[in-house]
T-cell receptor, first 114, second 114 residues
Framework: EAGVAQSPRYKIIEKRQSVAFWCNPISGHATLYWYQQILGQGPKLLIQFQNNGVVDDSQLPKDRFSAERLKGVDSTLKIQPAKLEDSAVYLC????????????FGSGTRLTVV | AQSVTQPDIHITVSEGASLELRCNYSYGATPYLFWYVQSPGQGLQLLLKYFSGDTLVQGIKGFEAEFKRSQSSFNLRKPSVHWSDAAEYFCAVASGGGADGLTFGKGTHLIIQP
């Protein structure tokens, strides 16, 4: 089966600019997650969707980050405006129906804010 | 809130020697536990997972881990490491509820000496 697709692979922007990342989960996977991995750290969950509804966004910096999953398939994560500390790899993962079914991670988008 | 501690930031092991990476978790109920490996510039690869049942779980690449509830630990082991095992290793925990995103530790960087 096809994996979790993410684009772009790399993005360089200046601080205060906006940026968007795209994720296409495995077909049929109801649950989708976005993680932020800062260099030298473990991934941190930003938001979890179940179909097109938000299950958990407690760690999403809502003043600048937003995410949506229209129609319960693809998802976009947006940062506006970006700060230097947002430089990280943004990982998308999906699951058929949650933890009991395991997770599949995409390759991530590496964001550099200069 | 759940948390994961990986006490060793770096570990150096000689090729052919045995390996144990430590992981301690904090979670009120029975956790879902995972070990992932990440090579430079690569995505996260699942090594093994524990959901329930036998507390000794086998994974890919010759890795195994043992769940010890009394010690809140889920240590990863390998009897003989290969140079290709050099990578970053992450322990992670998830709950069984609806909000089941992973909480990762900070990772252990494994260095293999020839």
């Amino acid at each position: 089966e096809a994996g979790v697709a993410q684009s772009p692979r790399y993005k360089i922007i200046e601080k205060r600019q906006s940026v968007a990342f795209w994720c296409n989960p495995i077909s049929g996977h109801a649950t989708l997650y976005w993680y932020q991995q800062i260099l030298g750290q473990g991934p941190k969950l930003l938001i979890q969707f179940q179909n097109n509804g938000v299950v958990d966004d407690s760690q999403l910096p809502k003043d600048r980050f937003s995410a949506e999953r229209l129609k319960g398939v693809d998802s976009t994560l947006k940062i506006q405006p970006a700060k230097l500390e947002d430089s990280a790899v943004y990982l998308c993962a999906s699951s058929l129906r949650g933890v009991g079914y395991g997770y599949t991670f995409g390759s991530g988008t590496r964001l550099t804010v200069v | 809130a759940q948390s994961v501690t990986q006490p060793d930031i770096h570990i150096t092991v000689s090729e052919g020697a045995s390996l144990e990476l430590r992981c301690n978790y904090s979670y009120g109920a029975t956790p879902y536990l995972f070990w992932y490996v990440q090579s430079p510039g690569q995505g996260l690869q699942l090594l093994l997972k524990y959901f329930s049942g036998d507390t000794l779980v086998q994974g890919i690449k010759g890795f195994e881990a043992e769940f010890k509830r009394s010690q809140s630990s889920f240590n990863l082991r390998k009897p003989s490491v290969h140079w290709s095992d050099a990578a970053e290793y992450f322990c992670a925990v998830a709950s069984g509820g609806g909000a089941d995103g992973l909480t990762f530790g900070k990772g252990t960087h494994l260095i293999i000496q020839p």
